[in-house]
């Protein structure tokens, strides 16, 4: 398997654009999670899906935040309007079974907002 | 909610050395996994390792589920090695599944 599948891998954009961001799970998996990366709150979940289905998304900071997962093989994570602030690392993982299990992380995708 | 506290927080190696990092976790876990963020950002799955030990070449983990606490070993240290090592849980009465991370410990070789 390709593993977790993220795009774009970079992202430049100035304030107030929108932002989408994909992922594409592991094929079978069953959970996928949205992570953040920064460096003042570290590695933080944002929500997370089972069976396509949005489980918590408690950790979504504010409502220009959103995701879908319309299907089992792909996620999006849209930004709107986007803010500087917003600027980190966006990680999606899969699981498979229950979200205990072991996660796998895609690469990343790194969000420039200037 | 579950704290997770990793230690310490940097290290310098010369290559060759060995190394022992810690993870402590507040209470009772489902889950625990050990990461390596290289210097391009990735993060790499070394260890699923909620109870127990495991090897997996030079490196090894134990987890003392009962004690609360996590080590991972790395022998015959070599610069790619270096990056960041996180220590994660899934917290055994939250939630199904999602990570909680400890701050990670930087890790550098020198050659």
């Known amino acids: 398997d390709a593993g977790v599948i993220q795009s774009p891998r970079h992202e430049v954009t100035e304030m107030g654009q929108e932002v989408t961001l994909r992922c594409k799970p592991i094929?079978?998996?069953?959970?996928l999670f949205w992570y953040r990366q920064t460096m003042m709150r570290g590695l933080e979940l944002l929500i997370y899906?089972?069976?396509?289905?949005?489980?918590?998304d408690s950790g979504m900071p504010e409502d220009r935040f959103s995701a879908k997962m319309p299907n089992a093989s792909f996620s999006t994570l849209k930004i709107q309007p986007s803010e500087p602030r917003d600027s980190a690392v966006y990680f999606c993982?899969?699981?498979?079974?229950?979200?205990?299990?072991?996660?796998?992380f895609g690469p990343g995708t790194r969000l420039t907002v200037t | 909610g579950i704290q997770v506290e990793q230690s310490p927080p940097d290290l310098i190696l010369q290559e060759g050395a060995n190394s022992t990092l810690r993870c402590n976790f507040s209470?009772?876990?489902?889950?625990l996994q050990w990461f390596h963020q290289n210097p391009w950002g990735q993060l790499i799955n070394l260890f699923y390792?909620?109870?127990g030990t495991k090897q997996n070449g030079r490196l090894s983990a134990t987890t003392v589920a009962t004690e609360r606490y996590s080590l991972l070993y790395i022998s015959s240290s070599q610069t790619t090695d270096s990056g960041v090592y996180f220590c994660?849980?899934?917290?055994?009465?939250?939630?199904?599944?999602?990570?909680?991370f400890g701050k990670g410990t930087k890790l550098s070789v020198k050659p």
């Open positions: 993982a899969s699981s498979l079974g229950a979200g205990w299990n072991e996660q796998y």
């Open positions: 994660a849980v899934v917290d055994y009465g939250g939630s199904q599944g999602n990570l909680i």
């Open positions: 209470d009772s876990v489902n889950n």
């Open positions: 094929s079978g998996h069953d959970y």
């Open positions: 899906f089972n069976n396509n289905v949005p489980i918590d």
């Open positions: 390792i909620p109870s």
